[in-house]
C-alpha cells in the first residue's frame, strides 16, 4: 500500500471514528453553535494527528496565503452565486425579500449588520470553515494529488465530503426549510462535488488551502446568514433557494465545469 494511501486511510478512520460522537450529540439533542463548531473542527484534528504519525510535521497542507487575486476570487464566487439564484427568485415572483428581516434577526439597524458581513459575521463563519478545509483541502486534496488526477482527487474529495455531512442531513435539523430528504440529499451531492471541483482548482493554482477556507466560509455567510434571512418563502422557493435548492447546485455546477476546463486547456498546454 503505498504511503499516501495508507494517510488517508488513517485520516478517514479517526475522522469518522471522532466525527460519531458528534453525529449521537447533534441527532440526539440538537445542531447547537457549539456541537456544530466541534463537527467542523474534527477534519482538521484528524488531518494533523495522521500527519504527525506518519509526518511528524504538519507540512504540505498548503499553509501559505498565496496570491491575493486567488483568496478574493474565493470570497466573491459564492457571493455572486447567491446573487444570481435569489435575484432570479426574486424578479420572477418565486419567493419575496424583506432586507428588515436581518435587522431583526442581528438586532441592529441594517447599516450596522451589514458593517458586520464582511468583518464580524465573515469571521465567525470562517474559524469554523477552516476546520474543515484544513482536513478537506489541506490534507485529503494535497495526498491525493499525489497519486490521483485533478478530475479523480475532486470526485473522491467530493464524495468523501458529502457522505461527512449525511447523517446530520438525514437525522438532525440542519434543513430548517423541510424539503424531502431525497431532494435535500441530491441537492447537496451536486453541489459539494461541484464545489470541490472549484476548491481544488483554486488550491492548484494558488497552493493555499485559505482560498478553500475563504470560500467555504463565504459560502455558509452568505447562503445561510444573508440570503436565506431576507429571502420569504412562498411555497415553491424553498426548492430553489438554501444549500438544498436547486439554485445554487445549478450555478456551482457551471462554475465547476468551468475550472474542469481550464484545467484541461492548461495540461493541453503542457
Known sequence: MKNSLKKVTTFLII??????????????????????????????VSSIITQLIFNKNIKGFGWKLGKIKYLAISYFIPFFACLMVYGIVWITGIGGVSFHRLSELYHRPIGTVILMIPTIIFAFNFIAALGEEIGWRGFLTSELLKDYSYVKTSMIVGVIWFAWHCPIIIFSTYNVEGTPIWYNLLMVFISMIAITFVTVWIKIKSGSLWTAAILHASHNMFSQFVFDVIAINYGITKYITTEFGFGLAFVYTMIGI?????????????
Open 15 to 44: 475522522n469518522f471514528m471522532l466525527s460519531s460522537t458528534f453525529y449521537y450529540l447533534i441527532i440526539k439533542g440538537s445542531l447547537s453553535v457549539i456541537l456544530s463548531l466541534g463537527l467542523m473542527w474534527v477534519p482538521a
Open 258 to 270: 468551468y475550472c474542469l476546463r481550464k484545467n484541461r486547456n492548461q495540461e493541453l498546454c503542457k
